[in-house]
Nanobody, 128 residues
Framework: QVQLVESGGGLVQAGGSLRLSCAASGRTSSDYAMAWLRQAPGKEREFVAAISWGGWNTYLADSAKGRFTISRDNAKNTVYLQMNSLKPEDTAVYYC?????????????????????WGQGTQVTVSS
């Protein structure tokens, strides 16, 4: 069992930056691939970025490439999402999610939103 708590959301102007954090507790975070997904009002939840348990593999959605960076510090049991050049369409609730190492690193699975554990979400609002 692992508990995930997101932080770092807020209101920012278009073109600005935010860094989201996801603190994991209950189990060693290095046992999990971690990801960020988001859900905008009236839309389905969508994948943003994922990082493998050791941090050597990352995968970003096309909408995030070139603007967002996912990283992790396993010593702190924390995963980060650095978001630059934010756009109004990035407005959403951002969720942290975890998939156990035993499930492997499969892009299709990661992008589908198939995760065992979820945080409560943090709101990101980008004004134009």
């Amino acid at each position: 069992q692992v508990q995930l708590v997101e932080s770092g959301g807020g209101l920012v102007q278009a073109g600005g930056s935010l860094r989201l954090s996801c603190a994991a507790s209950g189990r060693t975070s290095s046992d999990y691939a971690m990801a960020w997904l988001r859900q905008a009002p009236g839309k389905e939840r969508e994948f943003v970025a994922a990082i493998s348990w050791g941090g050597w593999n990352t995968y970003l959605a096309d909408s995030a490439k070139g603007r967002f960076t996912i990283s992790r510090d396993n010593a702190k049991n924390t995963v980060y999402l650095q978001m630059n050049s934010l756009k109004p369409e990035d407005t959403a609730v951002y969720y942290c999610a975890a998939s156990p190492r035993s499930a492997g690193w499969y892009i299709q699975k990661l992008a589908s939103g198939d995760y065992d554990y979820w945080g409560q979400g943090t709101q990101v609002t980008v004004s134009s």
